[in-house]
């Protein structure tokens, strides 16, 4: 069972850019716009994760959080708070109302996804897998060593983070533009024809001699792993 988490942010545009990436990294994902209907929705199911948003219509985020400690159910349900509040002061009120991290926007998007892996390997870790594996290929995301049909394969640093995020997601197309939002960041202005010479790089140093090529290019909308391949 995938972990899931709960999303309360109202910003439409950052939620969905959260889900998408959250879902990428191969986790179950909820969304809610309110603080007073997330607070409902969590005495009907509580997640493994809740990524909260400070400023909410109906229901603070922080006063959300401070119901959330109060609650049996919820005590301990691990949650990291988002904020356009960079001050001191505001950091040390959100992690006294119960955070458990507190990330400041705007944020980098790997930074977050490494975030919530960190804090679920502590809470949950037997949610977060430290190995991944796709036919003949598994990498280990605590020694970041990857191998094929035995054989170590050696990445730079980009084309691991590429394979990881290729092999979280088994059979999903990813255009070139989602790449580089779930690769480089959305901060960092890169070419999206880096793309193509990164996955070129990848694919000569994870395939040998006859062995096959585990990602598919897909005509006008850009890359995956095949998920037959994935299967095999």
Known sequence: ??????????????????????????????????????????????????????????????????????????????????????????????LSTGADDFVVKPFSVPELMARVKAILRRSNPQKISSQLRAGDIELDRETHRISRNGREVRLGPTEYKLLEFFMSTPGRVFSREQLLDGVWGHDNYVDERTVDVHVGRLRRAICRGRERDPIRTVRGAGYALDDKFATA
């Open 1 to 94: 069972m995938h972990p899931k988490i709960m999303v309360v942010e109202d910003e439409e545009a950052l939620s969905e850019l959260l889900r998408y990436n959250l879902e990428a990294e191969g986790f179950e994902v909820e969304v809610q716009a309110r603080g007073d209907d997330a607070e409902l929705r969590l005495r009907e199911e509580v997640p493994d994760l809740l990524l909260l948003d400070w400023m909410l219509p109906g229901l603070s985020g922080i006063e959300l959080c401070r119901r959330i400690r109060l609650r049996d159910e919820t005590e301990k349900l691990p949650v990291i708070m988002l904020t356009a509040r960079s001050e001191e002061a505001e950091r040390i009120r959100g």
